[in-house]
C-alpha cells in the first residue's frame, strides 16, 4: 500500500512538472511535436529510474557514511551526468534499436532539473530503497503523461488562430499554467 | 575538509575511468567522414532537412542515403566541400524537386469558402478537407509559407506553383501539406511513378494502361506550351508519333465529357502535339537521371522494348538493345501498314529514343545469334525480353499450304521489308482483328481488284478498331460475315482458286461475351480467289527457349499460350532476373499495353538491381477504376462538336501508301482542348457553371 501511495503521488499530486514546476524547459521545448513528446517521456523513464537507484545508494555508502551530506548536490550532478554517458555508450553498443529510438534525448537529460530534483527529493524523504525506486519510477511517469497531455492540446492550438504577441512559447506558458491548475485538485488525496 | 576533497576527487576519477573504460569496450565504429561532413554543414540543428539535427544528416550523407545537397541552409561552398569529402561531383546527385499533383483546374477558387480557417493544416484537421474532394489540393498555401526559398507561390488557378529553378528539393512544402498533394521527387521517381488508388486521377488518366497524364498535356497544350505537353507525355510514353497514330485510345471511351456528349479526342491531341515537335524541326532536350553503373540488355526492339530501354536508361541504367530484324520498331515497323504509320515518322522517334546513349544491335536473333549465357558472360546484370508475339496461327484447314496462301503477320513484315511477293487478283482474308484489316487495307492498296475479308461472327464483334473498320469500308473491302472457312481449294498446280466456308449463325455467348458462331449444316459455300491470307492471331516465337545452350533457360516457364510466364505486378519472369512486357508476355495486343508494360518492367528492373525486394506497386491501381470518380451523368455540359479527323480522301489512297490520317490544325487541337473538362478525380470544370 505504501508503495502505491507513494505512485499516486509522484505520478499525480506532486507531479514534477505540473505541481513541482521542475524540467520546465524539456516540457515547453519537446511538446512541439507529439512524436518527440513520446521519445521524450520514455528517455525520462529510463533516465529517472537508473539515476533515483544510484544517487539512492552514493547518498547511503558515501555521504551519509562519511557524513558528507553538503556534497549532494554536487556529486548527483557528477553522477547523473557520467551515467547518463555511461547509458547512451552502453545503448549504442548493445541495444541500437533502443538507442535509435531514444536519440537525441538521452544527452539532453544530462542535467534536467526534473531528474536532478527528483533523486533530491528521494532522499530528502528519507526513502527506502525500494520506495526510491518506485517514486524515481512515478515521477518519471508523471512526466511523461504531463509532457504527452500537454503535446496533444498544443498540437491543436497550432491549428487555432492565435494573437500574434502570444504565439508559440506564451501561448504554451498560458496554457502549461491552466493544466497545473487543473492537477491542484489533486491535492489532498493521500 | 580533506575527507570532501577525497571524496569528490574519487567519485571524479571512478566516474572518470568508467567512461573511459567503457568507451573503449563499448566503441562502436563510426565513419570519420561522418564528423568531416558534420563540421561543413550548417550547424544550426533546425531540422529542415527531416532529420534530428546535423550529426544525423552527416551520417545520412555518409550512408549515401541522401545526396551532398542535403542541408537547406548551407550555402553552395558548404554543398561542395560536402560533396568533396564524399568523393562524388557536387552537381551528379539527382536532386528532388518539387511537383504538385493536383490539378485543379480553375475550381480552386469556387471550391473552398472557409470561415476563419486560414492553414490547409488546420482545414485538414477541422473537415479532413473533404469540401469537394478527398484527395485535393485545399489551396490556402501551407506549403507557399513553408518555402524558405520562394519556390512556390499560389497561381492564377488556386494552387501553388513550383518554379524549378529557385527549388531545391528540402522538402519542407510536402512535410507542410496535410492532403499529400505537393510532392518533392527526383526524376528517377516521376518516371517510375505508377497509379495507386489513392492518386487524384481522371477517370481517362486511370484507364491508359501507359498511365499517362492526360488532363495535365491538354491543358498544358491548351495554354500553348506544346514542348511542356511533350515533356509530359515523355515521362510514361517514349512513343508519342506511333501512339498519336496507331493507339485505339481506351481513354476516350471512359471521357467524362463522353457521358453527355462526344469524348475528347484525347490521341489525336496526343498526335498533334508529338507533331509539333517532329515538324519543328529540333529535338526537345530529354532528361535522364545520373548514370548508375548497371548495364541491362533488352531483347526486342519493338514497343515494349523501346519503352523499357527508354526509362531505365532515364533513370541513370546503361542500355543495350537486341533486335533480330534489320530495324528496330517492332511490330510498329513490321506489322503496321506505312499508310497508318510512316517509316519516316517511326524513324525519327526511335532515333530520338537511341540519341540517349541507347546502343541497338540488329539482326541478331535471341537463342540463335546469342543467348542468355552470353548476355550474362558479357555483364549484364538483368535482361528484359520483349520479343513480341511473330508467329501466326494457321487455321488448321486442308489446303492452307498452296501456293498463294499467306499468313498476316508474315506477309505484312515481308511487305514492310520491301519483298516483292507474288500477289494475285482477288484475295480473301480470314480473320476480324486490325492484323485482317491491315493486311486487306495493304492488299487493296496493291492494285488487287477485290478484297474480301471471311469473318466468321458478324462486324459487331470484329475486336478490329472502329475506325480502322470504317476506312476499311469506305475503302471497298467486302465483308463475308459469319463465314468459316473449312478449305482452301486449290488447282493441278497447286494454285488456290477457291476458299470453301461454312455458313455460320450466331448462338449463345461465350467467355469472352460475344456470342458463339455455330455452323449451318451443309451450307458450304465457294468463294472465288487466288491468294489467301489468314490473320486469326499470333503467339510469341518460343523457339530461344530450345535453341539456347544455357541449361538455366529449362527454368524459364512459359504458358500454354506460349507467352512467357511472368508475375503479372511485377512482371519478373520465372527466371529471377529476367523481366518481360508486352505481347511476349500478354500475347496479341496494344502497343500502349506494351508502352505501360515496358515500364513496369523498368522499375522491377530498377528494384532487382539496387538488391531491393521486387514487390508491386502498393495499391497500384494497374487500369482497375477508382470507383467514386465514374459518373452517370455529368452536370454542366454545352454540347460541342469533336474535331474531325482530317484524312486524305479514299481516291488518293488506293494507289499510294502515303498516311492516311493527317494531323489537326492547331486552331482545332486548341479547340478541342478546350472541349476537355480538366477533370480529376471527382471534380471537373463545368462548360457553365452549376448552380447548387
Same mark, same amino acid.
Given at each position: 500500500m505504501e508503495y502505491f501511495e507513494i505512485f499516486i503521488a509522484g505520478v499525480f499530486i506532486n507531479n514534477i512538472l505540473l505541481a513541482q514546476f521542475l524540467g520546465n524547459c524539456p516540457f515547453l521545448g519537446t511538446s512541439k511535436k507529439m512524436e518527440t513528446a513520446v521519445g521524450m517521456a520514455m528517455a525520462v523513464v529510463f533516465v529517472l529510474v537508473m539515476a533515483g537507484m544510484i544517487t539512492w545508494m552514493v547518498n547511503e555508502f558515501l555521504l551519509v557514511k562519511f557524513e558528507l551530506d553538503y556534497l549532494k548536490t554536487v556529486s548527483f550532478i557528477l553522477v547523473i551526468a557520467s551515467l547518463v554517458q555511461f547509458v547512451e555508450m552502453f545503448?549504442?553498443?548493445?541495444?541500437?534499436?533502443?538507442?535509435?529510438?531514444?536519440?537525441?534525448?538521452?544527452?539532453?537529460?544530462?542535467?534536467?532539473?526534473?531528474?536532478?530534483?527528483?533523486?533530491?527529493?528521494?532522499?530528502?524523504?528519507?526513502?527506502?530503497?525500494?520506495?526510491?525506486?518506485?517514486?524515481?519510477?512515478?515521477?518519471?511517469?508523471?512526466?511523461?503523461?504531463?509532457?504527452?497531455?500537454?503535446?496533444?492540446?498544443?498540437?491543436?492550438?497550432?491549428?487555432?488562430?492565435?494573437?500574434?504577441?502570444?504565439?508559440?512559447t506564451s501561448i504554451g506558458l498560458v496554457t502549461a499554467g491552466i493544466i497545473a491548475l487543473t492537477f491542484m485538485s489533486f491535492k489532498g488525496m493521500v | *575538509?580533506?575527507?570532501?576533497?577525497?571524496?569528490?576527487?574519487?567519485?571524479?576519477?571512478?566516474?572518470?575511468?568508467?567512461?573511459?573504460?567503457?568507451?573503449?569496450?563499448?566503441?562502436?565504429?563510426?565513419?570519420?567522414?561522418?564528423?568531416?561532413?558534420?563540421?561543413?554543414?550548417?550547424?544550426?540543428?533546425?531540422?529542415?532537412?527531416?532529420?534530428?539535427?546535423?550529426?544525423?544528416?552527416?551520417?545520412?550523407?555518409?550512408?549515401?542515403t541522401e545526396p551532398p545537397s542535403l542541408c537547406i541552409v548551407s550555402n553552395k561552398e558548404g554543398v561542395e566541400k560536402v560533396a568533396e569529402i564524399m568523393g562524388v561531383d557536387a552537381g551528379s546527385a539527382e536532386s528532388p524537386l518539387s511537383y504538385n499533383m493536383c490539378e485543379g483546374g480553375n475550381r480552386a477558387s469556387d471550391k473552398y469558402h472557409y470561415m476563419g480557417i486560414t492553414s490547409c493544416k488546420a482545414m485538414g484537421v477541422v473537415f479532413g478537407g473533404k469540401r469537394v474532394c478527398g484527395v485535393g489540393c485545399i489551396g490556402l498555401g501551407d506549403c507557399v509559407k513553408a518555402c524558405?526559398?520562394?519556390?512556390?507561390? *499560389?497561381?492564377?488557378?488556386?494552387?501553388?506553383?513550383?518554379?524549378?529553378?529557385?527549388?531545391?528539393?528540402?522538402?519542407a512544402c510536402q512535410q507542410s501539406c496535410p492532403k499529400n498533394i505537393i510532392e518533392v521527387k527526383t526524376l528517377s521517381e516521376k518516371l517510375m511513378k505508377f497509379n495507386q488508388?489513392?492518386?487524384?486521377?481522371?477517370?481517362?488518366?486511370?484507364?491508359?494502361?501507359?498511365?499517362?497524364?492526360?488532363?495535365?498535356?491538354?491543358?498544358?497544350?491548351? =495554354?500553348?506550351?506544346?514542348?511542356e505537353a511533350v515533356e509530359t507525355i515523355r515521362l510514361r510514353n517514349p512513343l508519342p508519333l506511333a501512339c498519336g497514330r496507331v493507339c485505339p485510345h481506351p481513354c476516350e471511351s471512359e471521357c467524362r465529357r463522353g457521358i453527355e456528349d462526344d469524348a475528347v479526342s484525347i490521341n489525336q491531341l496526343k498526335r498533334f502535339v508529338a507533331d509539333y515537335e517532329m515538324n519543328s524541326g529540333s529535338r526537345l532536350p530529354i532528361k535522364c537521371a545520373p548514370d548508375t553503373g548497371k548495364k541491362i540488355a533488352v531483347v526486342g526492339g519493338g514497343p515494349s522494348g523501346l519503352?523499357?530501354?527508354?526509362?531505365?536508361?532515364?533513370?541513370?541504367?546503361?542500355?543495350?538493345?537486341? =533486335?533480330?530484324?534489320?530495324?528496330?520498331?517492332? *511490330?510498329?515497323?513490321?506489322?503496321?501498314?506505312?499508310?497508318?504509320?510512316?517509316?519516316?515518322?517511326?524513324?525519327?522517334?526511335?532515333?530520338?529514343?537511341?540519341?540517349?546513349g541507347i546502343n541497338a544491335f540488329t539482326h541478331v536473333k535471341f537463342g540463335k545469334d546469342f543467348g542468355l549465357g552470353s548476355l550474362m558472360a558479357s555483364g549484364y546484370n538483368a535482361v528484359f525480353l520483349?520479343?513480341?508475339?511473330?508467329?501466326?496461327?494457321?487455321?488448321?484447314?486442308?489446303?492452307?499450304?498452296?501456293?498463294?496462301?499467306?499468313?498476316?503477320?508474315?506477309?505484312?513484315?515481308?511487305?514492310?521489308?520491301?519483298?516483292?511477293?507474288?500477289?494475285?487478283?482477288?484475295?480473301?482474308?480470314?480473320?476480324?482483328?486490325?492484323?485482317?484489316?491491315?493486311?486487306?487495307?495493304?492488299?487493296?492498296?496493291?492494285?488487287?481488284?477485290?478484297?474480301y475479308m471471311v469473318y466468321r461472327r458478324t462486324r459487331k464483334e470484329m475486336p478490329a478498331n472502329e475506325v480502322e473498320i470504317v476506312a476499311s469500308e469506305e475503302e471497298g473491302i467486302e465483308f463475308v460475315f459469319l463465314a468459316a472457312p473449312v478449305k482452301v481449294v486449290g488447282n493441278s498446280e497447286d494454285k488456290v482458286t477457291h476458299l470453301e466456308y461454312l455458313k455460320m449463325e450466331l448462338g449463345e455467348p461465350d467467355a469472352s461475351g460475344r456470342r458463339r458462331p455455330q455452323p449451318i449444316e451443309g451450307s458450304e459455300t465457294l468463294l472465288e480467289v487466288d491468294m489467301v491470307i489468314s490473320a486469326i492471331g499470333q503467339s510469341p516465337d518460343a523457339s530461344f527457349k530450345e535453341q539456347d545452350p544455357l541449361p538455366r533457360m529449362t527454368e524459364l516457364e512459359l504458358t500454354r499460350w506460349n507467352t512467357i510466364d511472368n508475375n503479372p505486378e511485377t512482371l519478373q519472369a520465372s527466371i529471377p532476373y529476367i523481366f518481360t512486357a508486352g505481347d511476349a508476355a500478354t500475347g496479341p495486343s496494344l502497343v500502349v499495353d506494351a508502352i505501360g508494360g515496358g515500364r513496369r518492367a523498368a522499375r522491377s528492373i530498377d528494384l532487382f538491381l539496387k538488391g531491393e525486394e521486387v514487390e508491386p506497386v502498393v495499391d497500384s491501381l494497374q487500369q482497375k477504376r477508382i470507383h467514386e470518380s465514374l459518373f452517370a451523368s455529368v452536370d454542366g455540359i454545352k454540347k460541342s462538336e469533336r474535331a474531325k479527323m482530317p484524312e486524305i480522301h479514299v481516291n488518293q489512297r488506293l494507289d499510294s501508301f502515303?498516311?492516311?490520317?493527317?494531323?489537326?490544325?492547331?486552331?482545332?487541337?486548341?479547340?478541342?482542348?478546350?472541349?476537355c473538362l480538366n477533370c480529376c478525380r471527382i471534380c471537373y470544370n463545368p462548360d457553365f457553371p452549376i448552380s447548387k
Amino acid at each position: 500500500m505504501e508503495y502505491f501511495e507513494i505512485f499516486i503521488a509522484g505520478v499525480f499530486i506532486n507531479n514534477i512538472l505540473l505541481a513541482q514546476f521542475l524540467g520546465n524547459c524539456p516540457f515547453l521545448g519537446t511538446s512541439k511535436k507529439m512524436e518527440t513528446a513520446v521519445g521524450m517521456a520514455m528517455a525520462v523513464v529510463f533516465v529517472l529510474v537508473m539515476a533515483g537507484m544510484i544517487t539512492w545508494m552514493v547518498n547511503e555508502f558515501l555521504l551519509v557514511k562519511f557524513e558528507l551530506d553538503y556534497l549532494k548536490t554536487v556529486s548527483f550532478i557528477l553522477v547523473i551526468a557520467s551515467l547518463v554517458q555511461f547509458v547512451e555508450m552502453f545503448l549504442k553498443k548493445s541495444i541500437p534499436a533502443l538507442y535509435a529510438g531514444l536519440g537525441i534525448f538521452l544527452p539532453l537529460i544530462t542535467t534536467n532539473c526534473a531528474v536532478m530534483g527528483a533523486c533530491l527529493l528521494n532522499i530528502s524523504k528519507e526513502y527506502s530503497f525500494l520506495s526510491a525506486l518506485v517514486s524515481s519510477f512515478s515521477y518519471a511517469v508523471g512526466f511523461g503523461l504531463a509532457l504527452i497531455l500537454f503535446a496533444g492540446v498544443r498540437e491543436r492550438i497550432n491549428l487555432a488562430r492565435v494573437p500574434k504577441p502570444l504565439q508559440d512559447t506564451s501561448i504554451g506558458l498560458v496554457t502549461a499554467g491552466i493544466i497545473a491548475l487543473t492537477f491542484m485538485s489533486f491535492k489532498g488525496m493521500v | *575538509m580533506l575527507s570532501a576533497l577525497l571524496l569528490m576527487l574519487g567519485i571524479g576519477a571512478l566516474c572518470g575511468i568508467i567512461l573511459s573504460l567503457s568507451s573503449k569496450v563499448f566503441y562502436v565504429y563510426e565513419d570519420p567522414k561522418i564528423a568531416l561532413v558534420e563540421n561543413n554543414l550548417a550547424g544550426a540543428n533546425c531540422g529542415g532537412c527531416g532529420y534530428a539535427g546535423c550529426s544525423a544528416a552527416a551520417e545520412a550523407i555518409v550512408n549515401g542515403t541522401e545526396p551532398p545537397s542535403l542541408c537547406i541552409v548551407s550555402n553552395k561552398e558548404g554543398v561542395e566541400k560536402v560533396a568533396e569529402i564524399m568523393g562524388v561531383d557536387a552537381g551528379s546527385a539527382e536532386s528532388p524537386l518539387s511537383y504538385n499533383m493536383c490539378e485543379g483546374g480553375n475550381r480552386a477558387s469556387d471550391k473552398y469558402h472557409y470561415m476563419g480557417i486560414t492553414s490547409c493544416k488546420a482545414m485538414g484537421v477541422v473537415f479532413g478537407g473533404k469540401r469537394v474532394c478527398g484527395v485535393g489540393c485545399i489551396g490556402l498555401g501551407d506549403c507557399v509559407k513553408a518555402c524558405k526559398f520562394d519556390a512556390v507561390y *499560389m497561381g492564377p488557378d488556386g494552387h501553388p506553383v513550383v518554379i524549378d529553378e529557385k527549388c531545391v528539393g528540402c522538402g519542407a512544402c510536402q512535410q507542410s501539406c496535410p492532403k499529400n498533394i505537393i510532392e518533392v521527387k527526383t526524376l528517377s521517381e516521376k518516371l517510375m511513378k505508377f497509379n495507386q488508388k489513392q492518386d487524384p486521377l481522371a477517370p481517362c488518366a486511370q484507364t491508359c494502361p501507359a498511365e499517362i497524364n492526360i488532363p495535365r498535356y491538354i491543358n498544358q497544350l491548351k =495554354e500553348g506550351k506544346y514542348k511542356e505537353a511533350v515533356e509530359t507525355i515523355r515521362l510514361r510514353n517514349p512513343l508519342p508519333l506511333a501512339c498519336g497514330r496507331v493507339c485505339p485510345h481506351p481513354c476516350e471511351s471512359e471521357c467524362r465529357r463522353g457521358i453527355e456528349d462526344d469524348a475528347v479526342s484525347i490521341n489525336q491531341l496526343k498526335r498533334f502535339v508529338a507533331d509539333y515537335e517532329m515538324n519543328s524541326g529540333s529535338r526537345l532536350p530529354i532528361k535522364c537521371a545520373p548514370d548508375t553503373g548497371k548495364k541491362i540488355a533488352v531483347v526486342g526492339g519493338g514497343p515494349s522494348g523501346l519503352s523499357c530501354a527508354f526509362f531505365l536508361r532515364r533513370i541513370g541504367h546503361k542500355v543495350d538493345i537486341f =533486335e533480330a530484324m534489320p530495324k528496330l520498331g517492332g *511490330m510498329l515497323r513490321y506489322g503496321i501498314p506505312e499508310y497508318r504509320l510512316p517509316k519516316k515518322v517511326l524513324d525519327w522517334e526511335v532515333g530520338g529514343i537511341l540519341d540517349l546513349g541507347i546502343n541497338a544491335f540488329t539482326h541478331v536473333k535471341f537463342g540463335k545469334d546469342f543467348g542468355l549465357g552470353s548476355l550474362m558472360a558479357s555483364g549484364y546484370n538483368a535482361v528484359f525480353l520483349g520479343v513480341g508475339a511473330w508467329e501466326d496461327y494457321s487455321l488448321g484447314i486442308e489446303g492452307e499450304n498452296l501456293n498463294g496462301c499467306y499468313t498476316g503477320i508474315n506477309f505484312l513484315q515481308r511487305i514492310s521489308s520491301g519483298e516483292k511477293l507474288k500477289l494475285g487478283r482477288i484475295a480473301a482474308v480470314v480473320g476480324g482483328g486490325n492484323t485482317a484489316v491491315d493486311c486487306a487495307r495493304t492488299l487493296l492498296r496493291f492494285g488487287l481488284d477485290k478484297v474480301y475479308m471471311v469473318y466468321r461472327r458478324t462486324r459487331k464483334e470484329m475486336p478490329a478498331n472502329e475506325v480502322e473498320i470504317v476506312a476499311s469500308e469506305e475503302e471497298g473491302i467486302e465483308f463475308v460475315f459469319l463465314a468459316a472457312p473449312v478449305k482452301v481449294v486449290g488447282n493441278s498446280e497447286d494454285k488456290v482458286t477457291h476458299l470453301e466456308y461454312l455458313k455460320m449463325e450466331l448462338g449463345e455467348p461465350d467467355a469472352s461475351g460475344r456470342r458463339r458462331p455455330q455452323p449451318i449444316e451443309g451450307s458450304e459455300t465457294l468463294l472465288e480467289v487466288d491468294m489467301v491470307i489468314s490473320a486469326i492471331g499470333q503467339s510469341p516465337d518460343a523457339s530461344f527457349k530450345e535453341q539456347d545452350p544455357l541449361p538455366r533457360m529449362t527454368e524459364l516457364e512459359l504458358t500454354r499460350w506460349n507467352t512467357i510466364d511472368n508475375n503479372p505486378e511485377t512482371l519478373q519472369a520465372s527466371i529471377p532476373y529476367i523481366f518481360t512486357a508486352g505481347d511476349a508476355a500478354t500475347g496479341p495486343s496494344l502497343v500502349v499495353d506494351a508502352i505501360g508494360g515496358g515500364r513496369r518492367a523498368a522499375r522491377s528492373i530498377d528494384l532487382f538491381l539496387k538488391g531491393e525486394e521486387v514487390e508491386p506497386v502498393v495499391d497500384s491501381l494497374q487500369q482497375k477504376r477508382i470507383h467514386e470518380s465514374l459518373f452517370a451523368s455529368v452536370d454542366g455540359i454545352k454540347k460541342s462538336e469533336r474535331a474531325k479527323m482530317p484524312e486524305i480522301h479514299v481516291n488518293q489512297r488506293l494507289d499510294s501508301f502515303i498516311e492516311v490520317d493527317l494531323v489537326l490544325p492547331e486552331e482545332n487541337a486548341k479547340k478541342e482542348a478546350d472541349r476537355c473538362l480538366n477533370c480529376c478525380r471527382i471534380c471537373y470544370n463545368p462548360d457553365f457553371p452549376i448552380s447548387k
